[in-house]
């Protein structure tokens, strides 16, 4: 059974900094293009970032420059670390495996940026 389990969130104020991570088991993410999603109450999910199996990155362009995504294969884990955060950031981030669909997805962590 694969389980994604994301941690790392919490409250912040505006131009603070968090690490969301995502530890995955029942499967090896080292063979899937692994990513962040995030969804805004009254919004649809949106993609924040995305790593390839080659290591190769994208970005949404609301958060280029700001959020860098990582993989660390062997502790089979991703990072999403979120510097410079805006009010607008605010979100339930959620780890994913597009390869797998409906069971690619974790539970979510909450990020809140408020003064």
């Known amino acids: 059974q694969v389980q994604l389990v994301e941690s790392g969130g919490g409250l912040v104020q505006p131009g603070g900094s968090l690490k969301l991570s995502c530890v995955v088991s029942g499967t090896i993410i080292s063979f899937y293009t692994m990513g962040w999603y995030r969804q805004a109450p009254g919004k649809q999910r949106e993609l924040v970032a995305r790593a390839s199996v080659y290591g190769i990155t994208d970005y949404a362009d609301s958060v280029k420059g700001r959020f860098t995504i990582s993989r660390d294969n062997a502790k089979n884990t991703i990072y999403l670390q979120m510097n410079s955060l805006k009010l607008e950031d605010t979100a339930v981030y959620y780890c994913?495996?597009?390869?797998?669909?409906?069971?690619?997805w974790g539970q979510g962590t909450q990020v809140t940026v408020s003064s």
């Open positions: 994913n495996i597009e390869a797998l669909g409906p069971r690619g």
